[in-house]
């Protein structure tokens, strides 16, 4: 899909809120498909203030990407970790939404506190993504829809 507009000012940005449905992994580039739009703050109050969005993360091949999923099992918090892979296909798969909470960076690397949207109970899991990446975050979405 073509954009209306590119930035990687991170700073007027935000993904807080915004679920990605979509996501795409070409060429040591991940990218989350937003079809409802992300925060920026050249818009309005509104969340998400754009129209159709997507993030792009290069991913660094020695750092990678993980997964963190926090499941209940008997009365205790379980951490699993999934693959780059494993979340490609599960929510390429619409087994899964990932909702993106928030952002954290760090030396050549992201983490984003995030939320797992499922169809059945528990319907969502809390969950940490980090990817490392040497390279500026980029963002491209459009108009808005008013």
Known sequence: MQYEFTSSDKEKFSLHDCRSTSVELINGRLIFKIPDGIFNIDYSKDWPNTGAAEVEFTIDP?????????????????????????????????????????????????????????DHEPWSYEAELWIGTKNDTVFRW?????
């Open 62 to 118: 020695m750092r990678g990407v993980y997964l963190n999923v926090f499941v209940d099992s008997d009365g205790q918090t379980i951490r699993k970790e999934y693959s780059l892979e494993e979340l490609v296909e599960k929510i390429n798969g619409s087994e899964w939404e990932l909702e993106f909470a928030y952002r954290y960076d760090g030396y050549e690397e992201v983490l984003y506190k995030c939320w797992i949207w499922i």
């Open 142 to 146: 459009n108009s808005p829809l008013i």
